[in-house]
C-alpha cells in the first residue's frame, strides 16, 4: 500500500456500524457518521457510497474475538461480511484487525471527554463510529504508523 494512503475502518455490528478515516500519513483517524440499518443492503449500499466518496487505499475492519483470542459467532459474521465487503469494494485491500477491548476503550475515552465538557450526550450515538477509530489507530500503531 502506498506511503500516506488514505484508510477506512469499519466496526461491523447488526444494526449499527461505527466508521472511521484515516491516513497513514498523519497515523490519526476520526470518526465517521456510523451507518444505522435494517437490511443488508441497505448497509452495503451506505458502504459503496462511503468508499466511493473517501476512496480509500485499505480498509480495515475490526475483528470481535473472544477474551482468549478463539472466534465467536460475530467474528465467523463479520468474516462472512468482508466477503461481501471484496464485492464491493473491488481493488482494495481488506484487512482484519483484533478489535477486543475497543468498544470499551471508546467508552472510557467518551466518558473522560464528557466528564471535560468536550463531549455532549448526544455524541454517544456515535460511539460505534469511536470504537472504529480506535480499531484503526491500534491497526496503524501494529503496522508502523504512530
Not at 80 to 88: G, Y
Request: hydrophobic content about 40%; glycine content about 10%.
Amino acid at each position: 500500500m502506498p506511503e500516506g494512503g488514505t484508510l477506512l475502518s469499519i466496526d461491523y455490528g447488526k444494526r449499527t456500524t461505527g466508521l472511521a478515516i484515516g491516513h497513514r500519513l498523519t497515523a490519526s483517524a476520526r470518526p465517521l457518521e456510523p451507518i444505522r440499518y435494517r437490511q443488508h443492503s441497505g448497509l452495503m449500499g451506505a458502504l459503496d457510497a462511503v468508499i466511493r466518496q473517501w476512496q480509500p487505499d485499505c480498509i480495515v475492519v475490526g475483528l470481535p474475538l473472544a477474551g482468549d483470542g478463539s472466534e465467536t459467532a460475530m467474528s465467523r459474521e463479520v468474516r462472512r461480511f468482508v466477503v461481501r465487503l471484496a464485492e464491493t469494494a473491488p481493488g482494495c485491500d481488506i484487512c482484519l484487525h483484533d478489535e477486543r477491548m475497543s468498544s470499551e476503550q471508546a467508552a472510557r475515552g467518551f466518558a473522560e471527554r464528557r466528564s471535560q465538557g468536550r463531549a455532549r450526550r448526544r455524541d454517544a450515538a456515535r460511539l460505534d463510529s469511536m470504537a472504529a477509530a480506535v480499531i484503526l489507530e491500534s491497526w496503524m500503531r501494529e503496522h508502523g504508523n504512530g
